[in-house]
């Protein structure tokens, strides 16, 4: 899944990131446990910021980027941000750090890849986060732009982020997830200089990209020969795992749960707001802890579970080496059915919807049958088909729905004049004005 928290300032993010730069002549260090951590560039606006994408993270670049501290194509220094006040009310140049999308596959995925140690499974999840964060760059991307007096919202098609990926969580249970760090700055190539990210757009797709997130990830581990075990929205767990095993290596989930029990809320029914306090709340200090004593930490307690790691990744391994004898999986076929049940889940509901809509719910209902290319595929063939009928930019109606329309247009028309009104016009406004003087309110002009 993909959790997302704005980042303040340049200086809160490298202080979390702290120890990915250690001293001088020392190698980075992991921030829960004494490891390497992968660390890039990332995004388009990587390579017109001259970091590289792929490149290391420096950490001066680092809070540059953030800062909005970035050169233009001339070779001047852009000044992101707009003078605001303070909590004083004292003026001051203010600009918006970034945000953290944080990407984390379901716990058994953690637990085959890490104390399983399959690493095709880390892998998996880097392609996953990597086709998400392309589907969010191609449609988040976006600035406010003013070109010869008229301000608008421009698509820009790039972003800048550095990625953080980590293996455990601060209770030092495994964990898989890597942390997006999106600056709040995007390249304008038309004009060749950075300007500020207009970020709403990020924030609106950011569940159906966790949908991609997902439909990518299971694809990837069916793929490796795991079966998967599915529940609503694309969730999914690793076949052979069970709850209790699952719950067994989640310390961190068993404390944000009881954090939010001591403020009479159930975990279940908490807002996604209220699980992201209780997380800040109940962090735990930063633990260094060798990573060899802590594999043979989560090796012991998946033994005193009963639960044999090897033997699942070892009966993956020995499915997929056999799929090559198989006929293969038809993934446009799997994407049409799934665009299509997609279409018909949300036109039952509403008669104009959004094409980010239609992503998330057939990736939900794909189950890693299918990925975003051949998603996107099958939703631009149902649009040149017919079967779908663009209402703008990127809302979409069907073809049924335009025809229902028209019989209920058709109707209204047809009976106009054919009956005779229950009120009279004069008689209806005295008696709605009566009513509105008796609530205390008055109805709108839609209402009456």
């Known amino acids: ?80 941000g707009k003078w605001g006040l303070d909590s004083a009310g004292a003026k001051e140049w203010q600009h918006r750090a970034g945000v953290d999308f944080t990407f984390a596959p379901p716990k058994s995925a953690s637990m085959v890849g890490l104390v399983g140690k399959d690493e095709r499974v880390v892998a998996a999840h880097e392609a996953a986060v990597h086709k998400a964060m392309g589907y969010l760059e191609k449609n988040a991307a976006q600035a406010r732009v003013t070109r010869d007096g008229v301000t608008a919202t421009e698509k820009t098609g790039n972003l800048l982020y550095a990625k953080f990926s980590h293996e455990t969580t601060r209770d030092l249970d495994p964990q898989i ?15 060749g200089v950075w300007r500020s990210l207009s970020n709403e757009k990020l924030l609106e797709l950011r569940m159906s990209a966790d949908s991609v997130y997902k439909a990518e990830f299971a694809r990837e581990l069916q793929a490796q020969g795991y079966k998967l075990d599915f529940t609503k929205n694309g969730d999914f767990e690793i076949r052979g795992i069970s709850r209790a095993n699952v719950e067994a290596f989640s310390q961190r989930d068993a404390a944000i749960k009881a954090g939010l029990a001591e403020r009479g809320i159930d975990y279940k029914a908490a807002s996604y707001a209220q699980q992201e306090a209780a997380t800040q709340a109940t962090r735990a200090h930063k633990t260094d802890f060798e990573r060899q004593e802590l594999q043979r930490t989560w090796e012991a307690r998946a033994q005193a579970q009963g639960l044999n790691l090897k033997n699942i990744v070892g009966h993956a391994r020995d499915a997929a080496a056999q799929t090559t004898t198989r006929q293969p999986l038809d993934e446009m076929g799997e994407a049409r059915a799934a665009v299509d049940k997609a279409i018909s889940h949300l036109s039952e509901r509403e008669a104009v919807f959004e094409r980010k809509d239609i992503i998330k719910e057939a990736a939900d209902f794909g189950r890693g049958r299918a990925g975003i290319d051949q998603i996107e595929s099958a939703i631009n063939r149902a649009s040149q088909a017919g079967g779908l009928q663009s209402r703008g930019e990127t809302a979409f109606t069907t073809d049924k729905a335009i025809a229902s329309e028209k019989a209920m247009l058709r109707t209204m028309i047809e ?34």
């Open 177 to 191: 997830h890597s942390h997006v760090i999106i600056a709040n700055a995007t390249y304008d190539k038309e004009a």
């Open 1 to 80: 899944m993909i959790s997302c928290h704005s980042i303040a300032t340049s200086a809160s993010a490298a202080e979390y990131h702290k120890e990915t730069w250690a001293a001088a002549g020392a190698g980075a260090e992991e921030y829960y446990v004494k490891e390497l951590v992968p660390n890039e560039w990332a995004g388009e606006g990587a390579f017109h910021a001259g970091f590289g994408i792929g490149a290391e993270v420096d950490r001066q670049d680092f809070v540059k980027a953030l800062d909005g501290q970035l050169k233009n194509a001339d070779g001047s220094d852009s000044k992101l």
């Open 415 to 448: 009976g106009r004049g054919s009956m005779s009104p229950a009120v009279a016009g004069d008689r209806l406004d005295s008696r709605l004005a009566r009513l509105d003087q008796g609530r205390g309110f008055n109805l709108n002009a839609g209402q009456r």
